[in-house]
């Protein structure tokens, strides 16, 4: 690679190894749609758009008034916020784990993820990934040297019977299980914790690591609870779970999580970080306490509102003719296009087409791995009006053959008047 002036900059081979980021076409025309005063309904990323708790809110305002909260943080989190997450475990799922050796703040689940593969990951070993998948449970591999091996994704014993054998006929053996429940982008869910159970089971057998990304686990609907893969028997032996304060209290720019379990991967984890970060402002720990102490109807409020957002989508894709089943859990509805609308199309290219013709920005399966192919990932983060307009759009764009009027053109149009 070379800039202007033919000065050789060469990038590593992590950055090479990369795949093309392919949510980046889907972002450059929705940017050029927004600076051209078109009004793009953003369903694409699960960004939440609903506020944190006012609490939550003012204890921020209040800490950062302190001068003594502005210097470096602990960069395995101050430990009052870490005791917090301990109870929060003790009281949610009945899972007992030592604040000190046990728990590890990160800079939301992602960055944490991202750096335990640096700790766990040499160059050639391997991770076993369900797929579809969450880009950077195969990103953050590859950026630390490793290599995965995707299986089908499932929720049951076939699932696990599939993982089983790439394991036993895989040489080198895997080093790492990563999994995903609620899961992103197709919102799956296991019934209960027996799943996990058979999971610590088969990682005992064959001494493989587990990480469980539990992003989404307090976002459930119709009464359901998804279990915490620390609740299996052995779990902390084998593996550790990352949860976030960005989806069931509305903190994601924030950028504050945390990875609970294994002592040994979380030292390692605690290692990589103490070399990288200073630690989370500790404003934003301090008002992550007051979310965990006293948030549970907040959580619940969310959730309702989620639930209520899913059923308009659902209901709606399924009149256009979409075959969709109605998630218990996370804030992501996963649809399989018809072969009518897709018209011979990938995913990535309908996208970019609906998005032009329906003015409506969804994710395209492909992104999320070759099984992701003939669905979309639609996030339900706008409000109840919005949800029905991208529904609207959708259906005018693809049925009719008529774009659905947005409230923009109908203001330019107005405006002209």
Same mark, same amino acid.
């Given at each position: ?346 995913? &990535? $290219?309908?996208? +970019?087409?609906?998005?032009?013709? =329906?003015?409506? #920005?969804?994710?395209?399966? /492909?992104?999320? %791995? ?23 759009? &959708? $259906?005018?764009? +693809?049925?009719?053959?008529?774009? =659905?009027?947005? #409230?923009?053109?109908?203001? /330019?149009?107005? %405006?002209?008047?």
């Amino acid at each position: 690679m070379t800039t202007g002036s033919e000065f050789p900059i060469e990038v590593s081979s992590r950055i090479r190894r990369l795949p093309p980021y392919l949510f980046g076409q889907l972002n450059k025309m929705k940017m050029e749609k927004r600076r051209q005063g078109v009004d793009i309904i953003d369903l694409g990323m699960g960004n939440p758009t609903d506020p944190p708790p006012r609490a939550v809110i003012e204890k921020l305002c209040e800490v950062v008034q302190d001068p003594r909260v502005h210097g470096y943080s602990q960069s395995i989190g101050i430990p009052h916020l870490r005791r917090e997450v301990a109870r929060l475990y003790e009281r949610q799922f009945g899972v007992t784990v030592d604040p000190e050796t046990e728990v590890i703040a990160t800079i939301g689940s992602k960055e944490g993820f991202s750096h335990m593969c640096l700790a766990l990951i040499s160059p050639g070993d391997t991770a076993i990934v369900g797929d579809p998948y969450f880009p950077i449970h195969v990103y953050g591999v590859a950026l630390a040297g490793g290599n995965v091996i995707n299986v089908p994704l499932g929720n049951d014993q076939a699932f696990l019977r599939r993982i089983a054998y790439v394991v036993e006929h895989l040489y080198p053996k895997p080093k790492l299980l990563i999994l995903n429940y609620p899961h992103n982008p197709t919102a799956m869910t296991v019934d209960d914790v027996s799943f996990f159970e058979q999971v610590v089971q088969l990682a005992r057998k064959e001494k493989i690591m587990v990480i469980h990304d539990f992003a989404y686990g307090r976002t459930a609907f119709d009464g359901y609870k998804p279990p915490s893969f620390l609740q299996a028997t052995g779990a902390k032996d084998v593996g550790v779970e990352f949860c976030t304060m960005s989806k069931p209290y509305n903190m994601a720019g924030w950028r504050i999580g945390f990875c609970v379990g294994n002592r040994e991967m979380i030292k390692a984890l605690a290692t990589i970080k103490g070399y990288y970060d200073y630690g989370i402002f500790t404003a934003v720990q301090v008002a992550s306490i007051v979310a965990m102490r006293n948030g549970e109807a907040d959580v619940a409020h969310q959730s309702e509102i989620y639930q209520k957002r899913r059923d308009i989508v659902v209901e709606g894709l399924r009149k256009i003719g979409w075959e969709v089943e109605s998630p218990r859990a996370s804030m992501f509805v996963w649809a399989k296009v018809s072969d009518q609308h897709l018209a011979g199309q990938g995913t &990535i $290219d309908f996208c +970019l087409r609906l998005m032009d013709e =329906a003015e409506v #920005a969804i994710a395209p399966g /492909r992104a999320f %791995g070759e099984n992701g192919e003939k669905c979309v990932r639609i996030a339900i983060v706008e409000n109840e009006q919005r949800l029905r307009q991208a529904i609207r759009n &959708i $259906d005018g764009a +693809l049925n009719k053959g008529i774009k =659905a009027p947005t #409230a923009t053109k109908l203001k /330019r149009k107005a %405006g002209k008047e």
